[in-house]
């Protein structure tokens, strides 16, 4: 599957009048596009030609990068590598992935590379990683089901939690224990925090009212990203109210997607749906999901995308009232003719009794 896309890429080359392109992996953390196309997350460049692939690596990665990417002439730099890199990539004209080169590298490259042109290839990438191949929805379902199996683990000790960064370390605790990273940093938002959508868990009790659970695993390189919002305490009449109502929105919208439909389409039904409540609701929509927690399509009321098959992607309207309340309900989702929610637990209010 990697060599698949890999010569999806290549086609590019011709296309744009390329000679080859360049991606390269030099941080401690592997770069999404290079790991996305690789599955190898050591240090190396991949060049991309018209007939053939290239991966540059040191002494120290060979063995590995040989025994992970299949299909690749891998090749080892033992002295200079921009030596090496010249050799093999040759031609003016290359493509680089400039979301993932620093202004100081780039600066690196034209001094090493001079007398070549560069072109960004970032966009391909991007519109290529929307749409998901098999395996990698294989492995976004393995995610997904993973946070689900933590999420049922989390809420059974809610009771328990003193603290939102209490509670938020038994995600990260209970996410290593399944032998996975973290998407991002979990979101515990209590009280008025729960009206700031990307409020981080203070060393404070938990407060009384809505309280926002936003967490996500990555498995494999793939992350899934889930919310849930759940009382500490007893609701009133109205808080049930506009909770059921931004649920049923949800739903709804989720239900309504079809392929060919703009993605900016869900947003407006959203607004539609929430009515007055509307002008509470203060971000996007959603957001694709893969080796980043954001990716396309974006579900914004200016995005020009168009909904495909295998696209997974999330759906998290929410409401946030002053700093008063905030509930946010989030699932990650998979376009196969019809949508199919991957995040399964359970989306019904959970009442937490708490004393204090």
Known sequence: MMRKKRRHLRHHVS?????????????MYPDPNFYYLTKYDGYGCLILLKDREILLVP??????????????????????FWDVLRKHA?????????NSITLSFMKVIRKEMRKKSFVDISPVLREQRAVKTQDEIKTLKKACSISDKILKRFFSSFSRFRTEKQAAQFLETEAVKEGCGLSFPPIVASGSGAAEPHHAPKDTPIKKGFCIIDFGVKYNGYCSDTTRTVYVGKPSEKDKEI????????????????PGMRCSEPHKMIMHKLGDYGRYFIHGLGHGVGVEIHELPNLKPKSKEVFENGMVFTVEPGVYIGSRLGIRIEDTVLLDARPKVLTR???DLRIIKKSG
Request: aromatic share 8%; charged share 30%; glycine share 6%.
């Open 243 to 258: 909770y059921n109502l931004l649920l049923n929105a949800q739903k709804d919208v989720v239900s309504s997607v079809r």
């Open 345 to 347: 637990i359970s989306k």
């Open 90 to 98: 040759r031609g003016k004209n290359i493509g680089l992935d400039y």
């Open 15 to 27: 296309k744009r009048k390329l000679h080859c392109m360049m991606l390269f992996n030099l941080g």
């Open 59 to 80: 002494p120290m990665e060979y063995q590995r990068a040989r025994k992970t990417v299949k299909g690749t002439s891998v090749k080892m730099y033992k002295k200079d």
